[in-house]
Every structure is written in C-alpha cells, then in structure tokens.
C-alpha cells in the first residue's frame, strides 16, 4: 500500500485515470440504483393498471349485468301491456258483436213489427175496400131499384100518354068536320144527367190546349232570341249570361233557413235587368197567358200595356224550365226538397216588378206543368198504349226513342206532384203581395183525380196523388180548414179502396195510418 500511495504520488496520470475510474463507477453504481428504481415503478404502476383493469372489468361487467336486468323488467312490462292490449281488444270485439247482434236483433224486431203493420194495414185496407165494395153494391141494388122504378113508371105514363094520343086522335078524327084542330104542343127539353160533368171535361180540355199552345209560343220565342242574339252580339252575351245565371240559381235552391237569400238575390237581379232592358225587342204579353184570363188593372209597375221586354218573357221561361228540372232531378229523389223550390217560384211569379200591372205571368210556369204532368189538369188516358202514354207525358229515353222505365216514369211524376203542392199550397195571407197561383188550382187537380171512375184510373194518378199529399196535409189543412179533411178521407181512404190494381194503390192507402201515429189525424173511423 505504501508501495501504491508512493506510485500514484509519482504518477500523477494514474490518480487522473484513477479518479475517472471512481467516478465512472460511482455513475455506474447511481445507473444502477436508478435502473432498478426504475424498474420497481413500473412494477408498482403495472401492477396499478392490473388492479384498475380488473376494476373495470368488474365495473363492465356489473353494468351489463344491470343493463339485462332492466332490459329483462322492460320485456316483462311490453309483454304485460301487449296482453293488456290483446285484452282490451277481446273484450271490444266480444262488445261490437254483442252490439251487432242486439242490432240485428232490433232490425228483426222492426222489420216483423213493420210487417205486422203492413199486414194490419193491408187487412184494413182490404177490410175497407169490401165495405165499399157492399156499400157500392148496396146502393147500385138501390140505383137499380130505383131504375126499375122509374122504368115501370115510365112504361105506365107512355103507356098512359099513348091512351090520351089516341084519344086526342080519337078527338081530332071527330073535330075534322068542323075544322077547329088545336096546334100541336112544343117538344120539351130532356135533361142530360150527364152534362155538368162533360162542361167541366171540355172545359178542362180547351185550357190544357192553350196552355200546349202557350208552351209553342214560348219555344218560338226561344228560337227568336236565338236568331236575334246572332244578329246582335251583345243581346246575345246579355241573354246567356242571364240564362247561365238563372240555370246556377235554380240549382243552388236548398233546404234550411236563409240557405236561398244568395240564389233569390241574384234571380231577382237578372229578372229586374231584363225588365229594363232595351236591346231586345218588346212584345205582347197576351200570347203567354190564358185567353178567358182577367185583363189586370191600369196600374202597376209595368202598367197595362201588354207591350213587355222580350227579354223578359224569355228570362221567365228559362226560370220556368230550370224550376220544372229541379223538381224532376231533386224532388223526384227527395219530395221535400221541392218546398224551397216552390216557395220561390211562387215568389218570383208574385213580384210586382214582373207582373204585368195587377197580372202574374206564371202561365208561363203552369204551360210547363200541362205539357209534363197534365194528369193534374184532367187528362187520362191508357199506359198500356203509345197514345195513353203520350197523353200521360211518359218521357222517351230519347227522340223518338223508346219509353222510359216505369221506376223513371214514376220519379219524375213523384217529383212533379211535389213540385205542383209546392206550388200551389203558398200561404199569402201575411205578404203584401198578391198569390200568383192560388190554392183553389191544387185543390181543382185533387178533385179531378179522384172524380176519376176507377177503370180510367192509372198508377200514374196514384203516384202524383201521393207526391202532393205526403208532406203537405198539414199545409192543406190549414188552408181549406175541415173541408181538407174530407178531401184526404176521399183521396185517401175512398180513392184506393175501390181501385182495381190494389198493388198500384197500395203505397197511397198506407197514408192514413201514417198520418194517425206522426200527426195524430184519424182518417179511418173505427167500425
């Protein structure tokens, strides 16, 4: 050792490379400690993430776990709500079908009560018509009686008077020398039993002529505005558009309290234009209205000059027209919608803008009602043949074409008897205008129908005999008072009871029964 101190104190260049020496080993020896300080970190800090890891696992996993629990209450509770649901629907299909069936139920109860009331009704029906029938016969025994009566009566005057002839010639032979024969006595008028009756059927006829003429007229005059309206543009823009005004009006008319003030305004503007109007030409207002009419007064907004606006004749009959095919297209398939369109036509023919002076110009209306229904005015005849149907108005289903249906024929003879009851049953006792088609015309066609004998009866006068009674009793009691009464007992239970098609007379005759349970109107007394 002293042999070392003395060689590094000699060697100055070992002690260097000896200290670098101890201080590469001390740096060593500091690596080391830091390696492996180092290393026990990372053991520390692995085996940290370990331990979170395995934390988290456990964290995952008790969060799935979690998460099937509540997904698993979920499915119970979907599947608890589906079967509540499945439930509920049972027991509402189980609740609609027991609901058919009290309603199928109920409608078997109705159809066999109404059955029953068909049946009673029929047997009333049948029960009447016998009673009739033994009455009718009563008194044709009694007229026959009667007949042989007179006829014995007779035999014995002309048996009589041919005893007093021959003793006047008996008489006269005497009397021949002396020259005093007395002049012969003057023949004596014979009563005709039936004469009242055929006055009132040619009279009946001579008004459905004029009217038929009266409708000629009208189409001629539609043919005149027509060539006129070529000849002058602007008549013809004016009187299409009034005419396509009109049409959309009429069309408009509706059931329900001031559901109509629009359509009537507008019809009465187009009807006041035409009134005023001066492109057209003007002509006589006679040729539109019944011959043995009663002229109006001198005074009134269009005077009593029977010079009138072309135009508004021409307006009026295409109101007129549109009126008539409201009620065959509405009406025929709801009889009550024919009350508003009665109430204005009844209205616009009562405006004493369009009169002429004191005159109401519905003739114009009423030629429509000869030519398409003229069973109301009197007019019969067979529907077995062309000519019966022609004189009914049977419609063809076109020019010269084959005739409509019976059910057609029907609708538009339902909606027309509608229409005329619409018409003609208007109360103006409260309006300060006058009724232009009062309802002594309604009760004329009533009377004419069932005055019918039952042989010239047709079903068309029992379907238009319904169409204007059905709805309408109330408003014809209140007219004519207890004498209406009397008029439905005889179009209602006379008329059908002694029909010869009781199939055709049957809808007819349940109206009585009608009337006693919706308006507590006995028609049938008890027997």
Same mark, same amino acid.
């Given at each position: ?48 993430? +370990? ?6 696992e ?9 998460? /099937?629990?509540?997904?698993? *209450? ?42 029953e009331?068909?049946?009673?009704a ?13 009455? /009718? ?61 055929r ?30 309206? *070529? ?5 013809k ?17 509706? #059931? !329900? ?17 035409a ?35 072309? &135009? ?7 109101? +007129?027209?549109?009126?008539?095919? #409201? ?8 009889? *009550? ?40 005015? !009197? ?19 076109e020019?010269?074409?084959?005739w ?7 609708? *538009?003879?339902? !909606? ?10 208007r ?34 006068h029992?379907?238009?005999l ?35 098609? &009781?199939?055709?007379? !049957? ?7 009608? &009337? ?12």
């Amino acid at each position: 050792m002293g042999a070392s101190k003395a060689t590094l104190q000699d060697s100055p260049r070992e002690m260097v490379r000896a200290m670098k020496l101890l201080r590469i080993t001390a740096d060593y020896a500091h690596f080391v400690r830091l390696n492996e300080q180092s290393q026990e970190r990372q053991k520390i800090h692995e085996a940290a993430l +370990a331990a979170s890891a395995l934390k988290h696992e456990e964290v995952r996993r008790a969060v799935h776990a979690e998460l /099937e629990r509540i997904e698993a *209450r979920e499915q119970v509770k979907r599947e608890i709500q589906a079967d509540r649901l499945r439930i509920a629907e049972l027991k509402q299909q189980a609740a609609e079908a027991k609901e058919r069936d009290r309603i199928r139920e109920e409608k078997l109860l109705l159809e066999r009560a109404a059955r029953e009331r068909e049946a009673a009704a029929a047997q009333k029906v049948e029960q009447e018509r016998k009673r009739i029938a033994v009455e /009718e016969q009563r008194k044709l025994d009694e007229a026959q009686k009667k007949a042989d009566e007179i006829q014995k009566k007779a035999k014995a005057e002309a048996e009589a008077r041919q005893k007093e002839a021959d003793a006047q010639r008996e008489a006269q032979r005497a009397q021949l020398s002396s020259g005093t024969v007395p002049p012969p006595a003057a023949p004596q008028a014979v009563a005709d039993p039936s004469g009242g009756n055929r006055v009132q059927i040619m009279l009946a006829d001579r008004d459905h002529q004029q009217y038929l003429e009266i409708h000629r007229r009208l189409k001629q005059l539609r043919r005149a505005m027509e060539n006129a309206g *070529r000849q002058n543009p602007e008549l013809k823009l004016k009187a299409g558009n009034m005419r396509r005004e009109i049409r959309k009006s009429v069309g408009q008319l509706a #059931q !329900g309290k001031g559901a109509n003030k629009i359509p009537t305004a507008n019809l009465v503007k187009v009807m006041r234009l035409a009134c005023q109007d001066t492109l057209g030409p003007r002509i006589d207002v006679r040729h539109y209205l019944l011959e043995h009419s009663p002229a109006p007064s001198s005074s009134g907004p269009q005077q009593a000059s029977p010079e009138l606006p072309a &135009l508004l004749i021409y307006s009026l009959n295409i109101f +007129a027209k549109a009126i008539i095919a #409201q009620f065959v297209n509405e009406a025929s398939v709801s009889p *009550r919608s024919a009350d508003p369109v009665g109430v204005i036509a009844a209205a616009m023919f009562a405006n004493n803008e369009f009169r002429w002076g004191t005159r109401s110009l519905i003739d114009i209306l009423v030629a429509k009602f000869h030519v398409h229904c003229p069973i109301l005015f !009197g007019i019969y005849g067979p529907e077995a043949t062309d000519d019966g149907r022609k004189l009914l108005a049977w419609a063809r289903e076109e020019k010269d074409g084959p005739w409509v249906s019976e059910r057609r024929h029907g609708d *538009r003879m339902t !909606g027309l008897g509608a229409g005329f009851a619409a018409i003609g049953l208007r109360n103006f006792s409260k309006s300060a205008m006058q009724n232009p088609y009062p309802g002594v015309h309604y009760w004329r066609a009533l009377h004419r129908i069932v005055s019918l004998p039952p042989p010239e009866v047709t079903r068309t006068h029992y379907i238009v005999l319904r169409a204007m009674l059905e709805n309408y009793e109330p408003r014809f009691i209140e007219l004519f008072g207890g004498v209406a009464i009397a008029m439905l007992r005889a179009a209602l239970v006379s008329f059908p009871a002694i029909a010869l098609d &009781l199939g055709a007379a !049957g809808p007819l005759a349940v109206l009585p029964h009608a &009337l006693k349970s919706d308006r507590k109107l006995t028609l049938v007394g008890p027997r």
